[in-house]
T-cell receptor, first 113, second 114 residues
Framework: GQQVMQIPQYQHVQEGEDFTTYCNSS?????IQWYKQRPGGHPVFLIQ?????EVKKQKRLTFQFGEAKKNSSLHITATQTTDVGTYFC?????????????FGQGTILTVHP | SAVISQKPSRDICQRGTSLTIQCQVD?????MFWYRQQPGQSLTLIAT?????????ESGFVIDKFPISRPNLTFSTLTVSNMSPEDSSIYLC???????????FGPGTRLTVL
C-alpha cells in the first residue's frame, strides 16, 4: 500500500534558525496536505498543495510540492518558540478511499529560546 | 471550517471494561474518521464512520473491538471494548471539510487502561 515517509523525525533548533521537513510518497499524489500539532493538542490543517511544482507561502512558512508530485517540503524561516510542535504531511490514501489520508510519521520540532 | 468536540477528554479505565467516546461536529459533514495516536507517534486510522451503514475498518482493526456508530451527519461514537493496557492511547475523531479535502480534528480523548 501507499507509504508516506517523513524526515527528519526530530529537529532541535535555536530560535531564529531555519527548519525544513521533507515528505516522500511511494506513489504519485493528487494533493498533499500539511498539519501542525502543538504539544498536547490535535492536528490542525495548514495547507494543501495540488499542482506539480507548486509553492505556497504562509508568512514564514514555505510549502513546496515536487514536480513529480511524490514529494513535498515545509520550510520555516527564522523559527520562533511558537513554531514548536509536530508537523505532519498527509496524502490521499488512494484507490476508492475517498477522503482518507495517509499521514507521514511527523517531524517533532523543538525551538530553544 | 468545522468545530469538533469530543467527550470524554480523558479517562482512566480498568482492563476488561469498555469506553464509548462521542464526537460531535457543529455542521453536517459527509465523512467522519476515527484515529489512534500514541504519544510522539503518527496518526493511525481506525475506521471511516459511514452514516447509515457499517463503518469501514482499516487493516488490524475489527468491529468487535471498536464498534462505531454514526446515526446522523453530525455525530459519531467509537467504543473501545474489552480494554487492555495496550489500548491506552489518544483517540481522535475527524471530519472531512465540506468543500475540500482537508480534515478537521477533535481535541482527542486520552485513554489510560490499568
Amino acid at each position: 500500500g501507499q507509504q508516506v515517509m517523513q524526515i527528519p523525525q526530530y529537529q532541535h533548533v535555536q530560535e531564529g534558525e531555519d527548519f525544513t521537513t521533507y515528505c516522500n510518497s511511494s506513489t504519485t499524489l493528487s494533493n498533499i496536505q500539511w498539519y501542525k500539532q502543538r504539544p498536547g493538542g490535535h492536528p490542525v490543517f495548514l495547507i494543501q498543495l495540488v499542482k506539480s511544482g507548486e509553492v505556497k507561502k504562509q508568512k514564514r512558512l514555505t510549502f513546496q510540492f515536487g514536480e513529480a508530485k511524490k514529494n513535498s517540503s515545509l520550510h520555516i524561516t527564522a523559527t520562533q518558540t511558537t513554531d514548536v510542535g509536530t508537523y505532519f504531511c498527509a496524502g490521499p490514501a488512494g484507490g476508492t478511499s475517498y477522503g482518507k489520508l495517509t499521514f507521514g510519521q511527523g517531524t517533532i520540532l523543538t525551538v530553544h529560546p | 471550517s468545522a468545530v469538533i468536540s469530543q467527550k470524554p477528554s480523558r479517562d482512566i479505565c480498568q482492563r476488561g471494561t469498555s469506553l464509548t467516546i462521542q464526537c460531535q461536529v457543529d455542521s453536517q459533514v459527509t465523512m467522519m474518521f476515527w484515529y489512534r495516536q500514541q504519544p510522539g507517534q503518527s496518526l493511525t486510522l481506525i475506521a471511516t464512520a459511514n452514516q447509515g451503514s457499517e463503518a469501514t475498518y482499516e487493516s488490524g482493526f475489527v468491529i468487535d473491538k471498536f464498534p462505531i456508530s454514526r446515526p446522523n451527519l453530525t455525530f459519531s461514537t467509537l467504543t473501545v471494548s474489552n480494554m487492555s493496557p495496550e489500548d491506552s492511547s489518544i483517540y481522535l475523531c475527524s471530519a472531512l471539510a465540506p468543500l475540500g479535502n482537508e480534515q478537521f480534528f477533535g481535541p482527542g480523548t486520552r485513554l489510560t487502561v490499568l
